[in-house]
């Protein structure tokens, strides 16, 4: 990305592409809930306008760019680090300053994406694509089967630990102090990242068992 010349830049991109998508998440979620309540009819009337209206049209060409975007950066960012990380320390002890999830968010973000191409394969193509009568029902039929629902699950885990270090790291790139707003940060990183984990998943396994 050729206007994005330093990896500060680059690393900034990449966060706030990061916050779009956490705030498309909890839009998605909100319309989704509408499934286990109020109900069919609710999560139709929803379809029905993400499908007409102009601004929602406009949006998704955006959010797709967006995604694409984060998935880039984030894989350009990881391997030009790994390069530079290619001289060997003698004494190397990762976990002493830093977490498990921090080491492995290009593993979560690709779990994340590999989730996502197959979720367009099983809604937005069909929805896309197709002349579907109930898009209630198919929306549910998938979680009948348990291997979905399990891929599905195992997603909204990973995506949980992804954003449990990516919601605070966003922010200590855009220079927020780490000393006096690394707790605040941490807690709200948290909170959002189980509100989105749990949320996504109750919709998964409400369905598989009823
Ligand atoms: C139980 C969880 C989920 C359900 C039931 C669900 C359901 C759906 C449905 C029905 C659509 C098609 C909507 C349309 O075209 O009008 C869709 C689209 C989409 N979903 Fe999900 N989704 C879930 C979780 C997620 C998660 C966790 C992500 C991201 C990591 C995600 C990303 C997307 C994207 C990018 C689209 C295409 C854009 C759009 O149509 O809004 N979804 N989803």
Not at 113 to 125: A, M, V
Request: proline share 4%; with cysteine.
């Amino acid at each position: 990305m050729s206007i994005l010349k330093s990896s500060v830049e680059k690393k900034m991109g990449l966060a706030l592409a990061g916050l779009f998508l956490v705030f498309f998440l909890f839009v998605h979620l909100a319309i989704n809930l509408t499934l286990i309540y109020p109900g069919k009819e609710a999560f139709d009337a929803a379809v029905e306008f993400m499908a007409t209206n102009p601004f929602i049209q406009l949006m998704q060409p955006i959010l797709f760019l967006v995604f694409a975007f984060h998935i880039y950066m984030a894989i350009y960012l990881e391997l030009t680090n790994r390069s530079k990380r290619s001289v060997k320390y003698v004494k190397n002890n990762p976990g002493a300053n830093s977490s498990w999830v921090s080491r492995n968010m290009i593993w979560t973000g690709l779990m994340i994406f590999g989730f996502l191409l197959l979720h367009l394969y099983n809604y937005f193509l069909p929805f896309k694509t197709q002349n579907i009568s109930d898009h209630y029902e198919l929306v549910i039929s998938l979680f009948k089967n348990p291997v979905y629902t399990f891929i599905y699950v195992l997603a909204f885990v990973a995506l949980g630990l992804h954003l449990s270090h990516g919601f605070q790291s966003a922010f200590q790139t855009f220079g927020v102090p780490r000393e006096k707003c690394n707790r605040p940060l941490v807690i709200c990183g948290n909170i959002i990242s189980i509100i989105l984990a749990v949320g996504f998943s109750a919709i998964a396994i409400y369905f598989y068992f009823n």
